[in-house]
């Protein structure tokens, strides 16, 4: 009688570690994706803060890519992403009178179990501050 316990005892103990398992690796999915999503959502606001006070000038547009990408205009060569697999490519930036916006565009966040995919989100757009252009 005691042996009928035990075994069963360990296919109840089997049963609730798949399923604590399966919570857990939810949790830690839905939290890296939200702490991924918050980083780019910072990023993008200070690339969208940075191109509104900058004068107007060739390199703005890599500059605000630099910003959204690695958090410097002018990032060392060792620099990493504010997101795994954030490339300049993936920044939008379009600038029309009074603002400037910046978006990501393309991006797949890489998780556990699936890739989301982010089109246009997140997007800031910030008043021009900068002084107009001559």
Same mark, same amino acid.
């Given at each position: 009688m005691k042996r009928?316990?035990?075994?069963s005892a360990?296919?109840?103990?089997?049963?609730?570690l798949i399923i604590?398992?399966?919570?857990?690796?939810?949790?830690?999915?839905f939290s890296y994706a939200l702490s991924?999503? &918050? *980083?780019?959502?910072?990023? %993008?606001?200070? !690339?969208?803060?940075?191109?509104?006070l900058q004068p107007f000038t060739p390199e703005l547009a890599q500059s605000v890519r630099n910003v959204v990408v690695y958090g410097d205009p002018a990032p &060392? *060569?060792?620099?990493?992403? %504010?997101?795994? !697999?954030?490339?300049a490519a993936n920044v939008d930036l379009i600038l029309?009178?009074?603002t400037a916006t910046v978006s990501i565009r393309g991006f797949e966040m890489a998780s556990v179990l699936?890739?989301?995919?982010?089109?246009?989100?997140?997007?800031?757009?910030f008043p021009l501050t900068r002084p107009a252009s001559k």
């Open positions: 009928r316990r035990a075994g360990l296919i109840e103990f089997a049963g609730s604590v398992t399966a919570l857990f690796t939810g949790i830690f999915q991924t999503y &918050q *980083a780019l959502v910072n990023a %993008v606001r200070a !690339g969208a803060r940075y191109a509104s &060392q *060569a060792s620099a990493k992403p %504010v997101a795994l !697999g954030l490339t029309e009178t009074g699936s890739k989301i995919k982010l089109d246009g989100r997140p997007t800031v757009t």
